[in-house]
């Protein structure tokens, strides 16, 4: 395949795998009425882990030696990509703002950059600045809706810090998934990291079941499992990886603004709400950001 097509495809994947990424508003919006934030994190990922063992079993078992030597390293990214990343933002929801919610997560961009640029020694060029403050830019007009006023009169609570916890977490696990090369297949780590990140959930589920919430196994559970589960659960983490092994991890990063932008689709087909002009601003900025981001940046495939 033409090297320029296969770098057109892996600039693709900044635009298609938040599409599924941002249904997991459509989760926190809808299903966190069905089902305990804590209880949604840890059974998403149980059913994520359930579905993909039977195709990677023998694998598994077969690279059981691999595993064994990776083990510290998949119990970390399942711990922040599943566990931190998974249910703080569904705790987050219930004592803060989704304006709030939005700022402080599209923040994680920036951790990424600087954590790869610390410890990994990631060059930052002009460019990618500049992209980055484009992005910046088009969320924030989005997010306070073209009125300064409502950035300047903000309320931070106990859930604005579980988004900053989540958007760290995410920084972390997005560099490390990167960096941390290894003999696994793609499906063969997923497989593993949404066990691990179940597991690092568990002891918090149970405590929510006997001292906050009980969870009630209705259809509307299920219903809301399998949909969490499935698009930004299995799909979204599949071609976040793909896409950070093509792109690198600053750059998938910036998958997050245009996570913003589907958000505000999701919330107008399905939420009734409206498509003002600083939609509009907001898309066209964070489109030019991430053109100006990933240019000189897309390895040869």
């Not at 600039?11 to 997991?24: D, G, H, K, T, V």
């Not at 990994?120 to 830019?137: M, P, R, V």
């Not at 916890?165 to 990167?178: E, N, P, Q, T, V």
């Not at 950001?289 to 040869?300: R, T």
Request: glycine share 8%; proline share 3%.
């Amino acid at each position: 395949m033409n090297t320029k097509v296969k770098n057109l495809l892996a600039f693709s994947l900044l635009f298609i795998q938040p599409i599924f990424m941002a249904s997991n508003l459509v989760v926190a919006r809808g299903g966190v009425e069905y089902v305990p934030p804590i209880s949604l994190a840890f059974w998403r990922w149980t059913l994520v882990f359930v579905i993909l063992l039977p195709f990677t079993y023998l694998s598994l078992r077969k690279d059981f030696k691999i595993i064994k030597n990776e083990f510290k390293k998949l119990l970390f990214l399942g711990a922040m990509g599943c566990g931190v990343c998974g249910a703080f933002p569904f705790l987050a929801g219930k004592t803060t703002t989704v304006t709030n919610m939005g700022i402080i997560y599209t923040s994680s961009p920036i951790f990424i950059i600087l954590i790869s640029s610390f410890f990994f020694h990631e060059k930052i060029n002009f460019i990618k600045i500049i992209g980055l403050i484009s992005c910046l830019i088009g969320v924030f007009a989005i997010i306070i809706k073209g009125d300064l006023d409502l950035l300047i009169n903000l309320n931070f609570t106990i859930g604005d810090l579980w988004m900053l916890a989540a958007a760290i977490g995410w920084a972390l696990y997005s560099i490390y998934l990167f960096h941390w090369k290894s003999k696994l297949k793609i499906f063969q780590r997923f497989t593993l990291i949404a066990f691990f990140g179940a597991l690092s959930l568990f002891p918090f589920y149970i405590g929510e079941e006997l001292f906050f919430e009980r969870t009630t196994f209705s259809n509307e559970f299920f219903m809301w499992i399998i949909f969490a589960a499935i698009s930004p659960g299995i799909i979204a983490f599949t071609l976040y990886t793909v896409a950070q092994k093509k792109l690198g991890a600053s750059l998938t990063g910036f998958t997050l603004y245009v996570f913003t932008i589907y958000g505000a689709i999701y919330g107008y087909f399905l939420f009734g709400e409206k498509l003002e002009n600083y939609h509009l601003i907001g898309t066209v900025l964070v489109f030019i950001g991430v053109y100006l981001a990933k240019k000189k940046n897309v390895k040869q495939i």
